[in-house]
């Protein structure tokens, strides 16, 4: 499924003429075809002999969740930076280690293992609608939320070990569970680049 939007609407830059552009969307969707969010293309509309070509880089979507991986992480990181060195803001971001599923991996299969993680990707992906979930590679995810305080985002990752403990995993009609480990960074625009926010969370996990 593909959404083209592209009639009356216009994007305006402070400080810049106003331009027409278009959006395409796409959804994207884990095992059993549940939505896991979706991707969204904006590009200006020009004239055809001069209409730039936007490709959409699956190299930065995980292909066993359909998140957005590391790379896509640290972008989203480095544009909330660069907003509140402008405007002062704090953010924060959540990094969890699932526990044990190497263990999945050796004892039920590589399959069981990926069904796992998109598991997780759904829960995370519900638990925090207002936030972005990435997976950053093996059995590590990421959320960054937006406007958020320490105490908030303590809540939200206790909410996720909670959701990801208490849910029941299956695989081919055998049911196992899983628990996770969350840290938890908090950072505004004194922080010069996004790997140092990604130590910090990751430093908290441990």
Same mark, same amino acid.
């Given at each position: ?25 796409? !959804?994207?969707? /884990? &095992?059993?075809? =549940? %939505? ?9 509309? #020009? +004239? ?14 995980? !292909?066993?969740? /359909? &998140?957005?991986? =590391? %790379? ?9 930076? #660069? +907003? ?28 069981a293992g990926d069904a796992s993680l998109v598991r997780v990707a ?34 939200l990752a206790q909410r996720a070990l909670e959701s990801i403990a ?41």
């Amino acid at each position: 499924i593909r959404i083209e939007l592209s009639e009356g609407i216009f994007l305006q830059v402070e400080g810049r003429a106003e331009r027409e552009i278009q959006i395409i969307g796409s !959804p994207m969707r /884990g &095992l059993g075809g =549940r %939505s896991l969010g979706a991707t969204l293309i904006f590009r200006t509309r #020009e +004239a055809p002999s001069s209409a730039p070509k936007l490709v959409f880089d699956r190299r930065s979507v995980d !292909p066993v969740t /359909g &998140l957005p991986n =590391r %790379s896509g992480c640290e972008r989203r990181l480095r544009s909330l930076l #660069e +907003a509140s060195r402008l405007q002062p803001r704090q953010h924060a971001l959540l990094v969890g280690d699932i526990d044990r599923l190497r263990h999945i991996n050796e004892t039920r299969g590589l399959q069981a293992g990926d069904a796992s993680l998109v598991r997780v990707a759904e829960l995370l992906v519900d638990l925090a609608p207002g936030g972005d979930v990435f997976r950053l590679g093996a059995d590590a995810f990421a959320l960054v939320v937006e406007n958020s305080d320490e105490d908030s985002a303590t809540r939200l990752a206790q909410r996720a070990l909670e959701s990801i403990a208490t849910t029941s995993f299956k695989w081919a009609d055998q049911a196992f569970s899983l628990t996770a480990c969350f840290g938890v960074a908090v950072f505004d625009g004194t922080v010069e680049h996004p790997m140092q926010v990604i130590g910090r969370a990751e430093a908290a996990c441990d």
